[in-house]
């Protein structure tokens, strides 16, 4: 069994400004998170991969992607984590 994905902070710190403040282009977060757009792209895609983030169905006005996350994807995500380190707890 392998660790979580969210495990990586980077991504981590990606998921919860998503979850916590609701959709936002990759702008918004690269800026927020200082993270550059090359990095913020890698991770978006593996997040992305993983069903745990999404393009929304609404564009932003001036017609860049819009992401924002799946919640029952991050509850098994998270489950999962636990049972991983289950043994250690």
Do not use: Y
């Not at 980077?10 to 200082?34: F, K, N, Y």
């Not at 991770?43 to 029952?72: K, N, Q, W, Y």
């Amino acid at each position: 069994m392998e660790p979580s994905i969210l495990m990586n902070l980077r991504r981590g710190r990606i998921v919860h400004m998503l979850a916590s403040l609701g959709p936002a282009t990759a702008e918004d977060l690269a800026g927020a998170l200082a993270i550059s757009p090359v990095t913020l792209t890698k991770e978006i895609g593996i997040l992305s991969d993983a069903g745990i983030i999404r393009v929304t169905g609404s564009p932003s006005a001036d017609s860049r992607p819009t992401f924002t996350v799946d919640i029952p994807t991050i509850v098994a995500e998270i489950a999962h984590a636990r049972q991983f380190f289950s043994p250690w707890l």
